[in-house]
């Protein structure tokens, strides 16, 4: 499979998830439509941006412009539904696969430009948790999304299991599929069974 | 007329009314010199720098020392007139100088670097806000100022006017002028008449 | 001396520092295993990764991996304290050393890539106190640590020491030990006489 193509694809379906969740997010928190606008953007475009400058590299939007068409198709959606309900299990299921897409995406582009073996690693859990890291901090939330430990447990797995995978000779199409349902399993499973890292002193 | 001199202008232009604008508020917050410095530099270079570096190159005020002439200056005058009345008239006035200068100079500097249409007008307006988003997070302020869905909507109209009038043709000197002028027009008239863009369920 | 391998060991060193410093302050936070080494990571690689990204260069931990074993070792160290008492004068004076070797390091670095004086200079800051703000910033403490003003001051003085010595063609490995002092000297001296700078209307 092309590789470029794959993390195409994948940055594009993570945008539109990460897009959808964040304007809801913004919407909730009675921001405007600009404001709303700017979250989504914010929340699916940083993730990709950050990773791509730390490599050198030009961000997505400025390189591809038909990301915009994601963002966009997403807030009109949000803005359409006119709901501010709180933020429910679909919204939580949308951003695991968001989570999911970059972390793989991530993954491979850093291996594309040359990143070693760790670097690899955390360059796919970089693209995958700022953006909604930003999100939240822009947005003064603190809700079930914000599982950070498990966002980050569960994007390091996926994105050592596909930095690992590659090292190893790999196909790249069933490795990122193998690799995105572990950021899915391991999210999915520490929400139900409520794992935690432990604490320091605390025990 | 010469665009990376006038882009050049530009910047110093926009430069010093952020920095005036920034060391001012830094000022009025009882912040000491070291903490009004940092904030005017951050208020007039980091917009700049990070539409710099998203495009792939280094920031103005590594390209260019004199940059700091431009903060320099602004932080002795605000220390010279040793007063903490609040922000007035003056003030917003250049901080629309300001927004109206960088949106152009970014837009521009992003088509000159071969951005393509959509990611030229948001390089625009990311160069314009950045600087005063951080000058107002680190402040801690949330005053006049921050009509923030104003500064965006003008300064994300001007970048447009550029970026389509470069894209006809036109004589960029008259084009940078007009696109100034309708980031100054949409701001006054938005903070006049009291305009804003609508929220989700709220109607 | 080598250039290049003074900048590696400085850096490895800062960062150890840092790591320490940052890993002890997210345990008394009462963060979990995850969170402390987020916090060490962003601590001790953040103000490298930004000087070398104004730069243009690739962060040092994608270009050597070695420099995440400095941050797992602090980690681990931590961790197997299971303490969580204030941070005290030990990690002070750590944080001090690790702001001397950065201050050190960025500033050779950015004269190795080409940055004119000035901008040297403040690249020899900004390497240094980035790390600092953002974990003070994500742990949200305001301690001892935090005499903003006078880790910036001693920063600069310690970086612009360095660029002028260099200018003045000294030897770089006596005057990255002469610089780094200053940092320290200054640092130790402010905390000591409470030395401050003045703020604007209060005399």
């Known amino acids: 499979m092309d590789l470029e193509l794959l993390v195409n694809i994948l940055d594009l379906a993570g945008t539109f998830a ?3 969740v964040g304007a809801r997010i913004a919407a909730d928190k009675g921001l405007d ?16 941006t950050f990773r791509n400058i730390l490599l050198g590299q030009r961000p997505p939007w400025v390189l591809y412009s038909w990301l915009f068409a994601g963002v966009a198709i997403a807030v009109l959606i949000t803005l359409a539904m006119k709901r ?6 679909f919204a939580l299921t949308l951003d695991t696969i ?33 953006g909604g890291l930003l999100r ?5 939330v603190e809700p079930v999304l914000l599982h950070r430990e498990t966002i980050g447990t569960s994007c390091l797995a996926g994105s050592f299991v596909y ?3 590659d090292s190893l000779g790999a196909n790249s199409g069933i490795l990122a599929l193998v690799s995105g349902l572990v950021v899915v399993l391991v999210r999915e499973l520490s929400i139900r069974f409520d794992w935690h890292l432990p604490k320091v002193g605390i025990r």
Chains 1, 2, 3 share one sequence.
């Open 136 to 140: 939240d901090v822009l947005c003064q």
């Open 84 to 89: 501010t309900t709180p933020v429910g299990r």
């Open 18 to 20: 990460f897009a959808l």
């Open 163 to 165: 930095v690992t995978g």
């Open 98 to 130: 968001g989570l999911a897409v970059c972390s793989v995406s991530g993954a491979q582009f850093a291996l594309t430009h040359g990143a070693p073996f760790l670097a690899a690693v955390f360059l796919g859990l970089i693209g995958a948790v700022t």
């Open 33 to 48: 439509y600009g404001g709303i606008a700017f979250i989504a953007a914010v929340a699916s475009l940083s993730g990709g």
